[in-house]
């Protein structure tokens, strides 16, 4: 793996090979910062995300991730976790190491693994909470104000308050991401809007496109197109994962964008 070293936000990624792809990869990383290299981890992906109060995790959620066969980032997340909620506290002790070896002291803390058959491995720390959709989906599922609780710790109150653990709902988030960058058209005049569809369906927590017909994306990541994303329910995480799934697919079956 190559990468730029940190804050590009998944851009600049590159999984090498062949020795001949390496001076591309090189050079792709370099346009974000210094390249970092990286063995690459086979495994499942998972994350965590934390939050530090006094250099103790106070708050610790397992999160399930959905990757794409290209894109350099998750594309999905999803909580709770049945498949590893056997192994929180190993989990939440990984965390603590972490904070214990980088000092940090409160804040957010966003951890990306991979779970192998050797346990859990560290491919990346954010000492800061996660973007995307990860605080509302921790909102969601658990009732935990993440963002409210950084607030705290930037004006100096105790945020421990919004930490609590309210209840335990599955939800799941997707990222609606194309490949292309180029001008965002419509698929075919008799597609319904992905979103219509899902109007009635109170699994559907929320549901954003940033994109325009006629013009390009304004976010993107490297050669992809980043059109929106959705935070959904289900009565199981399984459900919820397909249905975040299903919306994705709608999405795709409405645009199309060009190279």
Known sequence: MIKPALGAGGR??????????????IERARRYGRPLYQRFVAGAPLGLEAFIVGGRVDACFVLEDQLGPEFPSPLGHATPSRRYDSH??????LAQSVV????????????????TA??????????????????PLIQYAY????CAANLCVAIGTDPRHHLAIVHRRPAATRLFVRHGRGVIRRRGEGVTHPLDTRKDDQRVIAGILDVLIGTAATTAVD?????????????????AIALAQEIDDDVGAFFEVDP
């Open 12 to 25: 600049g990624v590159s999984i090498i090979r062949d020795e001949s792809e390496l001076p591309c990869a």
């Open 88 to 93: 929180a506290p190993q989990l939440r002790t």
């Open 100 to 115: 214990d070896a980088l000092e940090l002291s409160d804040g957010g803390l966003n951890l990306d693994l991979r779970w």
């Open 118 to 135: 050797h346990g859990p491995v560290v491919l990346e720390v954010n000492p800061r909470s996660g973007g995307a959709q990860l605080g």
């Open 143 to 146: 009732g935990v104000d993440l």
């Open 223 to 239: 050669g992809w197109s980043l059109l929106g994303h959705c935070l959904v329910s289900g009565s199981t995480v399984d459900e």
